[in-house]
């Protein structure tokens, strides 16, 4: 996810005219899906309003229109508008709300991890069976080395992905088209999560979950908002874009102070991901912004805080489907089959889990992004749930970054072992 795909040269480079065009986007999804008029009315019963703001940059990248590896924004939405978001959303966490989430959400997350740890193991074994050169290879070629790197990024995060990418060293070529796979294939799981956020209430009917406790954190949400809701002043506006930005400005001077000063004096460290300016930079954002919800800061909530912070998470949404290149499919469909039957093989064990212990949909599909998609991308499916819900993306993600390069290590084994 936190890797670019390849493209060719778009016919617009300008990131001003690309920034205006996915505005544009967004403020047409949001005015259309407002709209009462009957045909937008069903259409948006159908198709979720957050996975257009996800797919339709993807397309404009897909057709040569725009493209995520000749623009700059992937990396200024992460970099500014996803902590400042975090920051937001934070601010009026009940964390005493959350921690009731902790049994299922971590369970699922887990779930998850072994979903990824199992899913390539499996999926090699399966295309062995009729298509044994797609796995096969020997020495840097070998496919299960770069299909290692997939591990970690799933696992993890971006950290975790250059980890085993050190570790097992698959010929470079190779490790470009596992790129590939990997952000093709986590995007369009991305899009299937998205689509059943919006039909979260039938799946959780279908499935018998209880989902008491993520609905109980949503009203007390809702109810803590109606109290001190206002019509925000100039004022108001000033201050949450002065505190989302501003403690993101102080998350980045510490994160650029810590990952360096690791790297240097605890190198040994990188395996938990804590070389990481990035990974930082979201642990600080979100421990700032939960220390600001003891304080007066809370009340900003009233004043549209989350809105604000909404907004920052939809551009970046919009941001993260420009780096996808639908076509790249047809370009070495191999291992995007190798691709597919992985990410099945985690969807397969989280809907089995989940039924069990009877886990609303929330459960699976945080626990999966937290995993497959990482602090980048967990919060934006958390939050199509519920804003309120975001914190919980983005802990269970952190957790993704402590995990990753371990269980990414297992399960590299456990496919050179199978690998024909």
């Not at 778009?10 to 045909?39: C, H, M, Q, W």
């Not at 740890?117 to 069976?129: E, F, N």
């Not at 790197?149 to 992905?161: E, F, K, M, R």
């Not at 790249?328 to 190798?338: E, K, Q, T």
């Amino acid at each position: 996810m936190e890797q670019q795909a390849a493209a060719q040269v778009p016919y617009i480079t300008n990131d001003a005219v690309v920034l205006g065009i996915l505005v544009i986007i967004l403020a047409l999804i949001f005015k259309t899906s407002a709209s009462e008029r009957p045909f937008f009315r069903k259409f948006y019963a159908v198709v979720p309003s957050l996975l257009l703001c996800y797919l339709i940059p993807s397309l404009l990248n897909s057709f040569g229109i725009i493209s995520g590896e000749y623009s700059g924004l992937y990396q200024m939405a992460s970099r500014y508008l996803l902590p400042a978001s975090l920051v937001l959303f934070t601010i009026s966490l009940d964390l005493k709300e959350i921690w009731k989430l902790r049994h299922k959400a971590g369970l699922m997350f887990i779930t998850g991890s072994i979903g990824i740890m199992l899913g390539g193991p499996v999926a090699i074994l399966i295309v062995s069976s009729f298509a044994p050169d797609i796995v096969g290879g020997q020495g840097p070629e070998a496919v299960w080395r770069g299909l290692s790197t997939i591990a970690g990024s799933w696992i993890g995060g971006g950290a975790n992905q250059l980890a085993m990418y050190e570790v097992f060293q698959p010929d470079p070529n190779l490790f470009s088209a596992v790129i590939a796979v990997d952000v093709i294939v986590a995007n369009i799981w991305m899009a299937v999560l998205l689509y059943g956020a919006g039909k979260s209430e039938r799946i959780d009917r279908y499935f018998k979950a209880d989902n008491t406790a993520v609905n109980d954190l949503k009203n007390k949400v809702e109810k803590y908002r109606l109290s001190i809701m206002r019509i925000p002043s100039l004022t108001d506006t000033v201050l949450i874009v002065g505190i989302g930005l501003g403690v993101t400005g102080a998350a980045h001077f510490f994160a650029d102070l810590i990952a360096p000063w690791i790297s240097t004096y605890a190198p040994y460290l990188e395996q938990f991901s804590l070389t990481s300016a990035f990974f930082w930079l979201v642990v600080l954002a979100t421990a700032f912004g939960i220390l600001l919800s003891f304080t007066q800061a809370r009340q900003l909530e009233g004043a549209g805080a989350s809105r604000i912070g909404s907004l920052f998470l939809y551009i970046m949404v919009a941001t993260i489907g420009m780096q996808m290149d639908v076509t790249a499919v047809f370009s070495n469909p191999g291992l995007f089959l190798v691709g597919f039957i992985w990410i099945c093989v985690h969807m397969l064990l989280l809907i089995i889990v989940g039924r069990l212990i009877k886990a609303p949909f929330f459960f699976l599909a945080v626990g999966s992004q937290a995993n497959v998609g990482g602090a980048a991308s967990a919060p934006i499916v958390a939050a199509a749930f519920h804003p309120a819900l975001a914190p919980v993306g983005v802990l269970l993600a952190i957790f993704g970054y402590a995990i990753g390069t371990y269980a990414a290590y297992i399960s590299a084994l456990m496919m050179q072992a199978v690998a024909p």
